[in-house]
T-cell receptor
Framework: DSGVTQTPKHLITATGQRVTLRCSPR?????VYWYQQSLDQGLQFLIQ???????AKGNILERFSAQQFPDLHSELNLSSLELGDSALYFC?????????????FGAGSRLTVL | DAKTTQPNSMESNEEEPVHLPCNHS???????IHWYRQLPSQGPEYVIH???SNVNNRMASLAIAEDRKSSTLILHRATLRDAAVYYC??????????FGAGTTVTVRA
C-alpha cells in the first residue's frame, strides 16, 4: 500500500456519460497529480494541484476537469466520454512541488468506455 | 518540457547488473533527475533521485555525469521482480511532469 488511495479501481460506462475518479493523497502530502495511461502508452500528465490550487496543466481535454478539496483529496471529472478515454488514470501525491519531492502513485482507476 | 531520451528496451540475465542510460542534454541547473519504475499492472513507484552527486539506496544506484547531461540507473543484481518499465524524468518544481516511454527491462532467468 503506497498510501495514495484511488477509487474506484475499475469503472465501466458508456459513451456520453460522466464519471468522477477520486484520489486521497498520502498523509502529509499537499500536491496531487493526475495522469492518463492508455494501452501501451506512457504516462500523460493531466494536471497538478498544490494545497487546493492548480499549479500545472498538461494536455487535459476540456471535457475533463479536476479540483483539490480543503481536506486535500482530489477528484478528476470526465464528461461526454468517448471510446478513446478508456485508460488507466493514476493519481500521485508529493509533499510539495519542489524538484526534490518524490511522487507516490496510487494503484490507478481503470476506466472502460463502451 | 525538459526532455529525456532512453533506450526502448534492455535485457539482462538474473543476478547480473543492469545499467540503464538516460540522456538529458537540455537539463537546467535546478532540475532533479528522478527514476521511477512501473511493474506490470501496477502504478509507478519511486526508485531514486539526485541532483549532482551519485546516489545509492537499497533499490539502486544513480550515477550522474559531471556535466549532468546524462545519468545511469544501476540495478546491481537484477531479479525477475525487476522486470518493469523504467522512467527517467527531470523535475524542477511546479511544472508539467511528463513521463516518456521509458525503458522496458526484461530479466532472463
Amino acid at each position: 500500500d503506497s498510501g495514495v488511495t484511488q477509487t474506484p479501481k475499475h469503472l465501466i460506462t458508456a459513451t456520453g456519460q460522466r464519471v468522477t475518479l477520486r484520489c486521497s493523497p498520502r498523509s502529509g502530502d499537499l500536491s496531487v497529480y493526475w495522469y492518463q495511461q492508455s494501452l501501451d502508452q506512457g504516462l500523460q500528465f493531466l494536471i497538478q494541484y498544490y494545497n487546493g490550487e492548480e499549479r500545472a496543466k498538461g494536455n487535459i481535454l476540456e471535457r475533463f476537469s479536476a479540483q483539490q478539496f480543503p481536506d486535500l483529496h482530489s477528484e478528476l471529472n470526465l464528461s461526454s466520454l468517448e471510446l478513446g478515454d478508456s485508460a488507466l488514470y493514476f493519481c500521485a501525491s508529493s509533499e510539495g512541488g519542489a524538484g526534490a519531492n518524490v511522487l507516490t502513485f496510487g494503484a490507478g482507476s481503470r476506466l472502460t468506455v463502451l | 518540457d525538459a526532455k529525456t531520451t532512453q533506450p526502448n528496451s534492455m535485457e539482462s540475465n538474473e543476478e547480473e547488473p543492469v545499467h540503464l542510460p538516460c540522456n538529458h542534454s537540455t537539463i537546467s541547473g535546478t532540475d532533479y533527475i528522478h527514476w521511477y519504475r512501473q511493474l506490470p499492472s501496477q502504478g509507478p513507484e519511486y526508485v531514486i533521485h539526485g541532483l549532482t552527486s551519485n546516489v545509492n539506496n537499497r533499490m539502486a544506484s544513480l550515477a550522474i555525469a559531471e556535466d549532468r547531461k546524462s545519468s545511469t540507473l544501476i540495478l546491481h543484481r537484477a531479479t525477475l521482480r525487476d522486470a518493469a518499465v523504467y522512467y527517467c524524468i527531470l523535475r524542477r518544481g511546479d511544472y508539467k511532469l511528463s513521463f516518456g516511454a521509458g525503458t522496458t527491462v526484461t530479466v532472463r532467468a
